[in-house]
Each structure stands twice: as structure tokens, then as C-alpha cells.
């Protein structure tokens, strides 16, 4: 029998039958002949064998996928965006909030005076006991503020140190790369001295590992490929470790601070003209410079070569960070430096698609914000992956025209005297090598978190100001906020009388993603306008119990809420229930193909598992939301190992959540050990872990179980600030009796 005036809502918003609900998330009850069924499995809503048609399902995506840029339909949309992606950025690299900005302690030495420019050496603490080092080519002869120029150096032999030898700039002079046998050795020197002789002032500076920069090995930086046990520890552990990336530190993370702190150096000169600042460097230092670029808006001209691309996103591990690519790539974080003047260079590389795929976009965006002019590209095909003569060149006129610099054109490189590695060298006897080694490491690392820490708790004192720091970053952290959820609607399947209750399966298909989840809604006939989600690490099996007759039935305590008129919808999350081809439970999150065990290969580019199941529980809620006869009280509960995901998806779900039911079971990301357990998420620990996330949902009522005799102090704080230290229930006995009281809890609030 089937009755469909009863339904508590109608899903009209998403054009379907009212009957539909949703929360119905689930499919047909059907089982092919001679079809086994687990026991206590609940109704099915596909037919056993039959996985849900997912796109989660595919394979993950990886840094060498395709990553288009879909330009925005005005200033107005782009604002929204471009505020979400750079915040993305912000709090993937370890920068939200940003780390304070301790005194630089520069020191600058050993003066090279080459007649039309001098060179100098550099070296400055961007975190206190940690150097960045470099050289500061300065022009001789002119007066006044003038330009400045960031060279990071990119992923070539030595780095700040390159020489191609006689061999290889030979080479180059017969493809027409370079010109001059002796400065055209050094790519990176000779743009250096040139623009020094355009007249900028020009620091070009390490990245992390390479020719001075010691404290941190290239063969880890850049080369790291197998987790290190003696690192990943609770207390002070290393770089790629677990805790390392729940509290959003990485190689690429310190890189971006260091350019940044190389501007605060820059900008510190006093003969520096803070309206004429550039960046440009090639490869990985092009990374950084687009990186340093959306970022930091006192960078006025860029020119990242051979870089920006819908395709390779950049291979090393200080180009990848956890949650950094996730629905963005480098096409669009370029753009986030419009209008402002972007040049680029491509090649017979990844780039070599950009004049079809990825420039076309750049240039209607920018024409979309009013400066078409401010963007460019010079292909450059018939030459490899480079930062050549020819693409110099290119720089140089860009720079020209944007730093004004009223140099008549073309502009011509002139030939100079390489300096060796000793005269480039920041370290000497009388400046010697800072410490360096595994204690630095972990010394760095754990500085950082206390400053994080610290910020934080700075922040406490304006409750509002925060809240939108907490928010911001968990927004990041899950991917999706419940605006962001995407929309869709349920295919109802079966409507069963169950005699007090109508049991609906179904599916929910969000279409935004092209995800489909199998649920389950029962509903009773004397429904009193409350709803409660009830999420279960079984999936919507975990509503069910063995039935009498060898079938299943309601568990106990489902059929409590039922008789007390609630309806309860249930659902398989991502890789629960219908998700499970073998049945079992799933062990470990899936990794990209990639022979280093760096997270950020998997998770810059894909949610982890635990922000999937989030996502789940959010598209839910939505549905349940935007229904045509929402309820008037919305509840989700979260026991028996799903706490962590409803805590989350409350801190994301904002005020569309009336009442909470979760048992944390203690749990902590900064406990979690492996980077492919299921709980294993980005940032988990770093904003007050799962107490910042359940802290973010109040005003909301809250029923708390596993923290032992003590509300977590961010949870208390918050529902005092909100006034509502009365909405929140702190659960005392056993786990085992943590259903029935929450249900109890339930009830009760319903007599309010």
C-alpha cells in the first residue's frame, strides 16, 4: 500500500513528486532471484551487485589531469570566487591565519662591485632560526625609488648555483637559445644582471633545499618518497608525517612564506619603489611566483614562465599541498592576480596546449574585468621546458612596459661575468652555517604550531572575528559548505505501509557532482514536524536490526523516535552499504598512483574520505532543507563512530541544524597516525580540532557523549558567547548506553 498525502515534505524545488522527499535517499527493495542478503542489512535500493552510479567511484584524479579555468559571468561572480579560491589557498598552505612576522634580522655582506651593477649576499630568518638565503643585485648610477624584482630560481641543477657548462650553453647557442658562451651558462644569473642593468633592484633567493638553503635537504624538500616512522610522532614530528599535514605544514607552505617574507625584505630597502614590485621565475620558481602572486597584492607585474597549464600541475613535492587543487587548478589561481599585468611564457612542455587550452580563458577573463592588454603569452614551442634567451626577452619587455621603466625597445642582453659558487655563497667563516638536520625540522615545525596556537587564542577575544576564521578555514578543510552542496533531487523507489510508519527508499542524486547516494525514510503516519538524520558508521543499515521473522526491522531505538512521531532518514555515506561490492567495511582511503607517500599527491587534488562522508550528510540535509514541507526541527545524530562526520558537517551546515546528537569517542585528528586511515583529513588538527568543528554549531542544541566529565573548552566558550550554555547536554555514562540516552535526549526535547 502506498500513501502519499502523508509525506512530511514535498520536493518541489527539485521538481519531483512530493511523495519523494528525500530524504528518501534510497532505491528499490530489489533482489534478483536467489539474491543473499546480509543480515540486519536493511532495505536495498539497487539490485545486489549493482554499485551506485557515482562519480566518486572513478579514479582519483591526479597532477597530471586536466584543470580548465571556466571564466566567471561577471566582476560580481568572480569576486565570490576569487575570495574562496585564495582563501583555499590560504589555509592549504599553512597560511591561515597567516604566521606572525618576526623580525627578519637581515644581513647583507660581501659586496661584488661589477662596474653598471653590484651583487651582495643575503640572508634573513623568515621564522625565527630559519634563513632564507639569496643574492641582491642592485644598479649603480641611478637615483630615487626604484623597481623591484623577486627571482625565485625554479628546479634547475643548484638552483641559485646552475651552470650548465660549455657543453650545454653550446648546445643552446646553436638551437638560437642563448647567446653568449659564458653569461648564457647561468639562466638565472644572466636575467639577474639584466634587469639590475634595466634598473631594478633584484633579490634572488633559495628555495628550500637548494644551493644555501641547508637546514632543510633537497633529497627531502624535493625528493621525499617514503614516510619516515621516527617522524611521525604525537609530540614534535617532521615534515609529510600525518601530524604534519592535519596541522597544514608542508615543504610548499614554507616556500610561500619564505617569498613572502622575501618581499617584506625587498620592500624593506629603503631605494625600493613599493608600487613597482614584480616576480617572475620559471619551472618551480614559476609556481612560486604565481603562488606569491594571487597572495600577496603588493606584487604589481608577474611573469611566471613555462608554468601556468591545464595540464601538469607541477611534479615536485614543494608544488603540492593537501586540499590546494581540490575543484581549482594553476589556470585559475593566475587569475586571481587579474587585472593586474600577468605575463607567461609556454613551451614544447605541459605548457605547449596554453594558446588553445587555458590562454583563450585568461584573456576573455581579463577582458571580462576590463584589461585585456594586462595579459600575455608568448609560445614559444619549438623549444623545451626553459627560461632561455628568447623567453627572457619577453620578460624584459613586459617588465619594461609594466614597471615603467621607459627603456627604448627591443631590449637586448648584454653578456656579463658569471660569479663562481664561492662568491654567490651567503656562508663564510664569518657568517657561518645555521643548524640544521631532523631537531631543525621538528624545532620549525613545532614552532609554527605554536604560533598557529597562539594566534588563535589571540583571536578568542572578538568571538565574530573568530567564528570567521574558524569557519573559513573548516569550510576549506571539508570542501563544501552547504551553499556550496551542490543540487539534485531523490528517485523514489518503494513506498512501503509498515503499519504505523511509511518506509520510502530511494536515491539522492546531487547533480552539481554527480553524486548518488542509497537511503532510506521512514516516516510516521502521526508526524509531529521533526526529522532526525541519523548517521551510522553502517550506512543506513545501521537503522536496522534482525527481525523476527529472519527479515530486518527498526532498531530500538529508531522505533522509539518512530512511535514518538519523528521521522529518521537514513543513508550510505561514500564507501558504506550499497557503496561495497565485497560487503566489508573500508580499510584504508584509496592513494593516486605515485611512489611517494606525500598526502598532497592524493589530497591536493581529491577530498579525503572523511570530507566525502561529509559531503554526503550535507547533500541530505539540503534536500531535506529545501523540501516544499520542511520540518519544523531538523536533528542529525551521529553515534557509534560517525560523531566526527555529524560534528563537521554541523561547523559547514551553519544554522540549518537545530539539534545535534554526537559521540566524539574521544577521537582527535592529531591522533590520527596514517594518511590513509579513513579519518585522516587535512587541517583536522589544526583549528581546535574536532572541538573547533563542534564549536561552530552552536546556537544549535547539542548532545555530547565521549569527552568524559568535561565539555572541550572552545565548545563551552562558544555556547556561552552565543547565550546558549543551556543548549548544550554533556553525556557522562558508558558508550554503550549513548543511543538510548541521545534518543531519550531527543524525545524529551520534543515535549520543549
Avoid at 502519499?4 to 533482489?31: D, N, Q, Y
Avoid at 609554527?448 to 568571538?463: C, G
Wanted: hydrophobic share 40%; with cysteine.
Amino acid at each position: 500500500m502506498t500513501n502519499h498525502t502523508t509525506t512530511p515534505f514535498s520536493a518541489t524545488v527539485f521538481r519531483v513528486k512530493p511523495f519523494i522527499l528525500l530524504c528518501a535517499i534510497a532505491a528499490a527493495l530489489a533482489f534478483g532471484p536467489g539474491a543473499q542478503r546480509a543480515v540486519a542489512e536493511g532495505p536495498r535500493v539497487l539490485p545486489q551487485g549493482t554499485l551506485p552510479n557515482d562519480a566518486r567511484l572513478q579514479p582519483l584524479k591526479d597532477l597530471d589531469g586536466y584543470f580548465p579555468f571556466h571564466v566567471p559571468k561577471s566582476p560580481e561572480d568572480w569576486a565570490w570566487r576569487a575570495e574562496r579560491v585564495r582563501r583555499q589557498l590560504l589555509v592549504s598552505l599553512g597560511l591561515w591565519p597567516m604566521p606572525s612576522k618576526t623580525p627578519l634580522n637581515p644581513v647583507i655582506h660581501g659586496t661584488i662591485d661589477r662596474g653598471d651593477y653590484t651583487v651582495e649576499k643575503v640572508y634573513f630568518e623568515s621564522v625565527p632560526g630559519f634563513f632564507v638565503t639569496g643574492n641582491l643585485y642592485r644598479p649603480k648610477g641611478k637615483s630615487g625609488k626604484l623597481p623591484g624584482v623577486l627571482c625565485p630560481h625554479g628546479h634547475w641543477n643548484q638552483g641559485r648555483f646552475m651552470d650548465q657548462g660549455v657543453e650545454g650553453v653550446r648546445r643552446e647557442i646553436v638551437q638560437g637559445a642563448e647567446r653568449f658562451e659564458e653569461g648564457g651558462r647561468s639562466v638565472l644569473q644572466a636575467r639577474c644582471v639584466q634587469l639590475a642593468r634595466m634598473g631594478c633592484v633584484v633579490f634572488h633567493y633559495d628555495m628550500i633545499g637548494y644551493a644555501d638553503s641547508v637546514q632543510i635537504p633537497q633529497s627531502l624538500a624535493h625528493g621525499f618518497s617514503k614516510q619516515r616512522p621516527e617522524m611521525n610522532t604525537a609530540e614534535n614530528w617532521g615534515l609529510f608525517s600525518p601530524q604534519a599535514e592535519a596541522h597544514l605544514q608542508s615543504v610548499m607552505g614554507l616556500q610561500t612564506l619564505n617569498s613572502i617574507r622575501s618581499l617584506d625584505f625587498l620592500l624593506g630597502l629603503p631605494d625600493v619603489d613599493p608600487e613597482r614590485i614584480a616576480c617572475t621565475g620559471a619551472s618551480g620558481g614559476g609556481t612560486q611566483t604565481f603562488i606569491l602572486s594571487a597572495l600577496d597584492p603588493r606584487v604589481k607585474v608577474a611573469f611566471p614562465a613555462v608554468m601556468v597549464s591545464t595540464a601538469m600541475q607541477g611534479g615536485c613535492t614543494c608544488e603540492n599541498a593537501c586540499l590546494l587543487r581540490v575543484e581549482t587548478g594553476n589556470i585559475e589561481f593566475a587569475a586571481l592576480f587579474a587585472p593586474k599585468p600577468l605575463g607567461m611564457t609556454a613551451a614544447d612542455d605541459w605548457t605547449k596546449e596554453m594558446p588553445a587550452k587555458g590562454f583563450p580563458e585568461l584573456k576573455q577573463h581579463f577582458q571580462m574585468l576590463g584589461a585585456p592588454d594586462n595579459v600575455m603569452l608568448k609560445p614559444l614551442l619549438h623549444f623545451g621546458h626553459n627560461y632561455n634567451y628568447v623567453s627572457r626577452a619577453a620578460c624584459y619587455s613586459w617588465l619594461n612596459q609594466h614597471l615603467k621603466l621607459g627603456l627604448k625597445e627591443p631590449i637586448v642582453e648584454e653578456d656579463y661575468k658569471r660569479l663562481s659558487n664561492a662568491e654567490m655563497s651567503v656562508w663564510d667563516d664569518q657568517h657561518p652555517k645555521p643548524e640544521s638536520g631532523p631537531e631543525l625540522e621538528r624545532k620549525l615545525l613545532r614552532r609554527l604550531t605554536e604560533d598557529a596556537e597562539q594566534q588563535l587564542r589571540e583571536a578568542e577575544k572578538s568571538p565574530e572575528a573568530f567564528r570567521k576564521t574558524l569557519a573559513g578555514a573548516i569550510d576549506v578543510l571539508i570542501g563544501r559548505n552547504l551553499s556550496e552542496a551542490g543540487d539534485g533531487g531523490p528517485d523514489t523507489k518503494t513506498t512501503t505501509d509498515r503499519g504505523t510508519y511509511l518506509e520510502m527508499t530511494g536515491l539522492l542524486r546531487n547533480a552539481t557532482f554527480g553524486e548518488e547516494l542509497p537511503g532510506v525514510y521512514l516516516q510516521p503516519k502521526q508526524w509531529n514536524r521533526r526529522t532526525v538524520i541519523w548517521v551510522s558508521g553502517k550506512g543506513k543499515a545501521g537503522l536496522f536490526t534482525d527481525g523476527a521473522n529472519g527479515g530486518w526491522q527498526p532498531r530500538a531505538e529508531i522505533q522509539k523516535l518512530l512511535e514518538g512521531g519523528v521521522a529518521v532518514v537514513g543513508s550510505d555515506l561514500f564507501y558504506q552499504g550499497e557503496f561495497l561490492a565485497g560487503g566489508q567495511p573500508v580499510a584504508h582511503t584509496r592513494r593516486v598512483k605515485n611512489p611517494r607517500e606525500a598526502a598532497a599527491y592524493t589530497f591536493g587534488y581529491n577530498p579525503t574520505l572523511f570530507a566525502q562522508r561529509v559531503h554526503d550528510i550535507l547533500s541530505v540535509v539540503k534536500l531535506i532543507r529545501d523540501s516544499a514541507r520542511k520540518p519544523d526541527e531538523l536533528c542529525v545524530v551521529g553515534l557509534e563512530d560517525a560523531g566526527p562526520w555529524v560534528a563537521a558537517a554541523c561547523a559547514v551546515a551553519r544554522d540549518a541544524i537545530d539539534r545535534a546528537a554526537i559521540d566524539t569517542g574521544g577521537f582527535r585528528f592529531g591522533k590520527v597516525l596514517d594518511i590513509q586511515d579513513v579519518k585522516f583529513l587535512p587541517g583536522g588538527a589544526k583549528y581546535g580540532d574536532l572541538p573547533g568543528m563542534i564549536a561552530l554549531g552552536a546556537p544549535a542544541k547539542l548532545w555530547l557523549a565521549g569527552e568524559g566529565d568535561q565539555a572541550p573548552r572552545l565548545v563551552k566558550e562558544f555556547y556561552a558567547a552565543a547565550g546558549a550554555a543551556k543548549s548544550l547536554t554533556l553525556f557522562h555514562g558508558e558508550q554503550p548506553q549513548a543511543c538510548e540516552a541521545a534518543v531519550q535526549w531527543l524525545l524529551a526535547k520534543a515535549k520543549e
